[in-house]
């Protein structure tokens, strides 16, 4: 099996507090000339998603002028399940909707391939990426479990849901996060050179 973009909402997580980076936000980084969370988001840009939602807990550092919903998160010490269940109301009542593709902002390395993967072998129920850790994202979950998703509270995120899901093997370098300044060291390391497109 497998699900159109124009069935799934993107939904992208980007109101961490930063804490273990310091003072600056690190969404908003400069890494190779754009904002630290836009790399991953500009790679897909033009997938035809029905619909982009971006939870955020700071500025923008661009979202809406890439088409994206912006949804503020003002209690971004209640967790990652918090701006999950934010997005997912987002986008709940709108009809098009069939699943929703959860995204981090502070994974810059993701390829648009990985993406498409992950909606080639979306069964209709969720299915996750594998990379180093067991489960991860970017993932994908049914609206059969978009009430669960609302209801998760802590910092764990969909790690229940996904319990036994069906998995993506990605290069764990794709699924690297950036939380401190030696995380953004080894991103940088692996960044694809400026300018470098994927195509299908």
Do not use: C, Y
């Not at 955020?56 to 998160?73: C, I, W």
């Not at 502070?106 to 390829?111: A, H, I």
């Not at 998703?149 to 319990?163: C, F, I, N």
């Amino acid at each position: 099996m497998s699900i159109a973009a124009s069935r799934v909402a993107m939904i992208l997580l980007a109101a961490g507090a930063s804490r273990r980076f310091g003072a600056q936000d690190k969404l908003a980084v400069d890494l190779d000339g754009r904002a630290l969370a836009l790399h991953s988001v500009d790679r897909i840009a033009d997938v035809d998603f029905a619909a982009r939602v971006a939870v955020t807990g700071h500025a923008d550092p661009g979202f809406a002028e890439r088409g994206f919903q912006t949804v503020r998160n003002g209690a971004p010490e209640q967790g990652m399940a918090h701006s999950l269940s934010l997005g997912v109301a987002a986008v709940e009542a709108n009809p098009a909707v069939d699943a929703a593709m959860i995204l981090l902002a502070d994974m810059p390395l993701v390829p648009r391939s990985h993406i498409m993967a992950l909606m080639d072998a979306f069964d209709g129920d969720r299915i996750a990426s594998r990379g180093e850790r067991a489960i991860t994202p970017p993932a994908i979950f049914g609206r059969a479990h978009f009430a669960a998703l609302r209801a998760m509270s802590g910092d764990h995120g969909a790690k229940s849901v996904l319990r036994d899901a069906p998995m993506v093997a990605a290069d764990p370098r794709w699924l690297q996060d950036v939380d401190t300044p030696e995380d953004m060291a080894a991103v940088k390391a692996g960044l694809p050179a400026t300018g470098a497109s994927e195509r299908r």
